[in-house]
């Protein structure tokens, strides 16, 4: 048994960092750190692009990275797996394991394993509680290190790890798991559906809004009636089946010929080469710019510049939805007018026709008919861009949501349930 530790330290564990996608999770280690958190972050994979965002660098926590692959650092994890063995939680954590792998023989969970025992070895002695975003894979790595070492661990589920991990994985987790907390209203319902209700939260990530400049004072009034002055459409959201995008491409391809349009897709993604190509089909080539990813002051002065924000999320063939995205409110936050699906969390911040037009996600009719009126009316624009941008401050500020993490987060380190064990 360690000797009594005094110090607060939390290892928040995520896929992969930093990650231009998921600003929301860097926001929110910032704004802990800004509030005293004593905070380190584990990695399960390494970054794969070339920029960061500012917030990126304004974070002091270290930054440690587990093996991406067992066989790349194979000393390592055997150093792990040897002294795990020596730990008491060993024997708990294999039958978990065993477990796990009886209902999903994949390699992946191996993989998790091996994972684990690295972290559980490495981690210093003062970092007594573990915080890990997403209930998939990186909550399976969590919970293994967790019962190797005594430690406690909490989770913030998000999207992709909801609606894809099945029920009996998340139950498990969740019945070992001191609490979690999620960022959508129907997120929340099914994990507290397959849990003690109690034990899961909403809590929006929010804005911070102190990170974005005040909306432009006004736009211009295009209304696509100008050849060389086109309306000005924008999305940001990596090229993955539940954006939408293809719908999008096909929404603007059936746009009437006398309406003057351009398009802006920002983000990367395993479908840019396919909308790139269909663009091409659908004789849309020369209108539709694929910018790949950004940095955030990038994205921020292309949402300026715009008239018209789209993101047509729907459910892929794997299960996989959206969130709340918050491109969606970064796009509110310059008062920029939203056409969005009436889907997964949108609604929860969007309401249709009061701060942006909702359609029925897979509809690409909808979505053509919603871009055409909007374009053609910029005053409409500009009332659902204000509104937008109040309910974004009233409601959906990250100050609340920081507040409640915060607050859990202390009372977890400072009342814990289990110490950490070595022998």
Request: proline share 6%.
């Amino acid at each position: 048994m360690l000797p009594s530790i005094t110090a607060r330290r939390i290892a928040i564990v995520v896929k992969g960092y930093p990650r231009l996608s998921e600003t929301f999770i860097a926001q929110e280690i910032q704004a802990l750190e800004q509030r005293g958190l004593d905070l380190e972050i584990w990695s399960l994979r390494h970054p794969t692009e070339r920029v960061v965002h500012p917030m990126h660098k304004a974070i002091r926590a270290k930054v440690s990275y587990l093996p991406e692959y067992l066989y790349e650092e194979p000393l390592r994890v055997l150093r792990g797996a040897f002294w795990s063995m020596g730990q008491k939680g060993f024997g708990t954590t294999i039958k978990a394991f065993w477990r796990d792998l009886k209902r999903d023989l994949t390699a992946n969970r191996v993989r998790r394993l091996g994972q684990a025992f690295a972290m559980a070895r490495e981690l210093p002695a003062d970092v007594r509680h573990l915080h890990v975003h997403y209930l998939h894979t990186p909550a399976s790595v969590v919970r293994y290190a967790a019962l190797l070492t005594g430690r406690t661990w909490t989770f913030s589920a998000h999207a992709k790890d909801i609606w894809t991990t099945p029920d009996w994985e998340k139950r498990e987790k969740m019945d070992e798991a001191h609490w979690g907390v999620t960022c959508t209203a129907q997120g929340a319902a099914n994990l507290q559906s397959l849990s003690r209700p109690e034990r899961v939260s909403l809590v929006y990530h929010g804005l911070d809004l102190s990170r974005f400049p005040s909306p432009p004072e006004s736009r211009p009034a295009r209304d696509g009636s100008d050849p060389l002055d086109p309306l000005r459409i924008v999305s940001v959201g990596r090229a993955v089946a539940k954006k939408g995008y293809g719908d999008l491409i096909q929404a603007l391809a059936a746009l009437p010929p006398d309406l003057h349009w351009r398009f802006a897709h920002v983000g990367g993604g395993e479908l840019l080469g396919s909308l790139k190509k269909q663009a091409e089909r659908a004789g849309i080539a020369s209108k539709v710019a694929f910018l790949g990813s950004k940095a955030q002051p990038d994205i921020i002065a292309l949402l300026r510049e715009a008239d018209l924000f789209v993101l047509p999320s729907k459910e892929a063939k794997s299960g996989d939805r959206d969130g709340l995205p918050n491109v969606i409110m970064e796009a509110a936050s310059q008062g920029l007018a939203i056409v969005a699906t009436d889907f997964a969390g949108i609604p929860e911040f969007i309401r249709s026709g009061s701060e942006g037009e909702l359609v029925p996600p897979g509809d690409w009719e909808a979505l053509s008919n919603a871009v055409n009126l909007l374009a053609r009316a910029p005053e409409r624009r500009r009332l659902l861009g204000s509104a937008a941008f109040a309910r974004l401050r009233r409601d959906f500020s990250m100050e609340g949501g920081i507040d409640v993490l915060e607050a859990r987060l202390r009372a977890v380190t400072d009342n814990p349930q289990r110490e950490p064990e070595r022998v």
